[in-house]
């Protein structure tokens, strides 16, 4: 008999090794790009640019292990269940940059599964007009798959993979889903936003260790869950709330 929940653990673990395997030398780069913006005392961003793609800002906000400077850009049009009417709505994008005053040297993680959709790809426009730095986390199957014209697409037909020359795959397949099981005609169990947290993680985990590596510990946030953890989150409370718009 199948074990499809085996089956399910073994292709994420193979995406995850795979990306690993394959993009050190980007994950690298992209770390650095965050580092940088700590030790300067900057804020980073981050945009999940499309409904579930979306919870990568929640991912990496307010995160028990996570870094305290990180300001998450939520734009409700865009969120579940708004999906995909708002992802597809056009010129929103310069509203919601404006809306947490990201501009020149301001650094952006923009995180979205497909790529393709109008505000994805009007946010990167506007940041590449703004002078914003992007760190792109996406994937390249649906951009290449589907035709110009597809009607969810940016009216440029242009795809985030290829704007930004510091971008991370997540090696997410057309469909998304990555369990085959006889009976069901389409595809089971959803693989993105694994992939996408891997990443985004990931990022954070070597930019930790590269600011430790420039003599500079880390703004870490404390679970609020553990003894003490909510005390030790004083200081930076102190800090970055009159910085960030949801602390």
Not at 58 to 84: K, N, Q, T, W
Request: with cysteine.
């Amino acid at each position: 008999m199948r074990d499809f929940l085996r089956e399910y653990l073994d292709e994420l673990k193979k995406r995850m090794e795979r990306i690993l395997n394959e993009q050190r030398d980007m994950l690298d780069k992209a770390a650095r790009m965050i580092a940088d913006q700590v030790k300067a005392d900057k804020l980073v961003y981050v945009f999940g640019s499309g409904g579930h793609s979306n919870m990568m800002g929640e991912e990496m906000f307010h995160r028990a292990g996570g870094l305290a400077c990180i300001s998450p850009v939520f734009a409700d049009a865009i969120r579940i269940p708004h999906i995909p009417f708002g992802e597809r709505c056009a010129g929103l994008a310069p509203y919601i940059l404006d809306a947490y005053n990201i501009g020149k040297d301001d650094l952006l993680i923009l995180v979205n599964g497909y790529g393709i959709n109008p505000v994805t790809i009007e946010t990167a426009l506007e940041c590449q007009k703004r002078g914003v730095k992007v760190i792109a986390v996406t994937s390249t199957d649906y951009a290449e798959k589907l035709p110009k014209d597809f009607h969810g697409r940016h009216p440029s037909g242009k795809n985030l993979h290829e704007m930004f020359p510091v971008t991370l795959l997540t090696y997410m397949e057309y469909g998304d889903a990555i369990v085959s099981m006889p009976g069901i005609g389409s595809k089971i169990g959803a693989y993105s936003t694994f992939g996408n947290a891997f990443i985004c993680n990931a990022m954070v985990i070597r930019a930790c260790e590269m600011l430790l590596e420039d003599g500079i510990e880390p703004p870490i946030i404390n679970s609020i869950n553990v003894e003490g953890g909510l005390e030790k989150n004083q200081a930076i409370y102190a800090k970055y709330r009159p910085r960030i718009k949801w602390l």
